[in-house]
């Protein structure tokens, strides 16, 4: 392994605080992992890590070092870019992250004909419905549903977003149906939840403007899929796009509660550091995904509605 690919290693243990994590990330074993930080440390002569048995921490050294490094990555990501643009044939690694749901439905299926054009390019998806940190976790997209906050990434839309709150026949059968918001705070919501998540809360859209509502429920996931089955087997309410749940309101699985009141819209679309959309391979990426996308957020739409036609 060279030098470079060792600083690598370096610095993705240092970004995650493990030896382990940061060679898996890097597709090796720790042992592996380790040795390569050993080897920067007797080239060095210093110590890179204070070790304990339930944390990895960098030194002094270690930090001075841990900065240059990164530097130094990126220049050489950044002059692979320009001649990558240059030769019009992008390559290299893109990091993609996206909801669980969303990635397996929407995202996944046109990763394969991505690859297939560009064979130079090597996607690296990881899905989780836990919020990312961009930086921290390196990622070069992140496909994202929700509200955006105030960042110093960039977004490209793909769709605007519309939720629904939705229960099978069952569940409200065996509980009134909610008929306001309030409602709501007396039934057993499915909560989309993952460690050290913030105060959860679901907000209505109503006539006086959006309305905060802090529910709870007996079942909480960190899928979004999960909780669908849930609300699918009847065990409570829920709260999800409603492109995904268009085909069960259809075949009548699922029923729409709140219709005049539903949750606030949100946005689909996907995220990226400023830096990284002069990358030629990751403009391919989002020129070639986010068309796709749209057409298979429309397809699922239209599918939803030719089911309900054939009834």
């Given at each position: 392994m060279s030098y470079l690919e060792s600083l690598k290693v370096f610095v993705r243990v240092t970004?995650?605080?493990?030896?382990?994590?940061?060679?898996?990330d890097l597709r090796m074993t720790p042992a592996v992992a380790s040795k390569r930080i050993k080897e920067l440390e007797t080239r060095l002569g210093v110590r890179l890590f204070n070790r304990t048995t339930r944390k990895l921490t960098a030194t002094e050294a270690g930090e001075v070092y841990f900065e240059y490094?990164?530097?130094?990555?990126e220049a050489l990501e950044a002059s692979?870019?320009?001649?990558?643009?240059?030769?019009?044939?992008?390559?290299?690694?893109?990091?993609?992250?996206?909801?669980?749901?969303?990635g397996r439905r929407i995202i996944a299926p046109h990763i394969p004909e991505f690859q297939r054009r560009y064979p130079d390019v090597e996607i690296r998806l990881r899905l989780s419905?836990?919020?990312?940190?961009?930086?921290?976790?390196?990622?070069d997209v992140a496909f994202f549903i929700g509200?955006?906050?105030?960042?110093?990434?960039?977004?490209?839309?793909?769709?605007?977003?519309?939720?629904?709150?939705?229960a099978a026949p069952a569940y409200l059968k065996a509980h009134p149906p909610p008929t306001t918001p309030e409602d709501l705070l007396g039934h057993h919501c499915l909560l989309l939840r993952y460690p050290r998540a913030p105060e959860y809360f679901w907000t209505a859209s109503t006539p006086d403007g959006p309305r905060k509502l802090e529910v709870s429920g007996n079942f909480d996931a960190d899928d979004g899929?999960?909780?669908?089955?849930?609300a699918l087997a009847g065990h409570g309410i829920a709260n999800v796009p409603r492109f995904e749940a268009v085909r069960y309101l259809a075949t009548g699985a699922?029923?729409?509660v709140l219709a005049?009141?539903?949750p606030v819209p949100v946005s689909f679309g996907c995220l990226y550091p400023h830096r990284r959309f002069q990358d030629p391979k990751v403009q391919t990426f989002l020129e070639f995904m986010l068309p796709a996308c749209q057409r298979s957020v429309a397809a699922a739409a239209q599918a939803g509605g030719n089911a309900q036609s054939a009834e």
């Open positions: 970004e995650l605080g493990s030896i382990t994590a940061g060679g898996r490094a990164v530097r130094v990555i692979e870019a320009v001649i990558a643009g240059i030769s019009g044939r992008p390559r290299g690694v893109i990091r993609v992250s996206a909801p669980l749901g969303v419905d836990r919020k990312l940190d961009m930086m921290n976790d390196r990622q509200v955006l906050e105030d960042s110093n990434l960039k977004f490209r839309k793909i769709a605007d977003c519309d939720r629904l709150f939705c899929d999960v909780l669908l089955s849930w699922l029923v729409e005049d009141t539903p």
